[in-house]
């Protein structure tokens, strides 16, 4: 079955290229966690990808979020590939990458079908489907997924924003509009009447009757 929003994330044991997780919700902690995943080791759009993930290190760490990425390889692959990231990014790689030979991992994620298979002399795209990103909140909840073909390679500034928008709404009753971006106004949710919403936020801007704004909360 698909994962669907605000599902519970599995909680998955995985290897990796910086050991064993036993539990990936222990893993993720008090904060977030970003799951990216890839195809293919030594591929050139996954390479500028994770080198870009990688040179966000400390926006990741601003906002309290793990980022682990997985590519449809074995461990020694990614220790391998590691050295060819670290050069496109012009940095380390601290976080780990998931090893997923036997594809349990993308099967579980409903990325690939339970009957796939890797034929020898495989190539990316064989598993090209495993294109994802995954945003998980502190209670373990899917909060947003994207998929990407191969051809286009991820815009991590989106994906950073798409935090930023879900950490501003996360258990509070307010929504953000298009093309939002930190510190703008936020959409109060229609859930609160103009009292209640002044009460909670301060002062609010109503566009139309349904569309009211406010400063986004601290």
């Known amino acids: ?22 539990s990936f919700h222990d893993w993720i902690g008090d904060g977030w966690a970003i799951l990216f995943s ?18 966000l290190a400390d926006e990741w760490a601003k906002r309290n979020t793990r ?4 590519s449809v390889d074995g461990v020694d692959e990614h220790r391998r590939w590691i050295g060819d990231i670290e050069k496109i990014a012009g940095g380390d790689v601290t976080f780990p990458i998931i090893a997923d030979e036997d594809l349990a991992i993308s099967k579980q994620l409903d990325m690939l079908p339970a009957g796939a298979y890797l034929p020898d002399g495989r190539t990316a ?12 909140s502190p209670d ?21 924003r798409a935090l930023d928008a879900l950490q501003a709404t996360y258990q509070t009753p307010v929504a ?15 859930s609160l009447d103009d009292d ?9 801007d109503t566009v139309l009757p349904y569309l009211r704004k406010a400063k986004q909360p601290a």
């Open 1 to 22: 079955m698909a994962l669907r929003i605000n599902d519970t994330f599995p909680d998955l044991r995985l290897e990796t290229s910086q050991g064993e997780i036993a």
């Open 140 to 160: 373990r909840k899917l909060q947003l997924s994207m998929t990407y073909p191969m051809s286009v390679g991820r815009n991590f500034a989106e994906v950073l």
């Open 196 to 204: 209640a919403a002044r009460a909670r936020f301060g002062e609010i």
């Open 176 to 190: 953000t509009p298009a093309n939002w971006t930190g510190g703008q106004d936020v959409i109060v949710a229609l």
């Open 67 to 70: 980022v682990i990425g997985l």
């Open 125 to 136: 795209a064989d598993s090209a489907s495993v294109r994802s990103v995954f945003i998980i």
């Open 38 to 55: 890839h195809p293919k080791d030594f591929t050139p759009v996954c390479t500028t990808e994770f080198g870009a993930v990688a040179q």
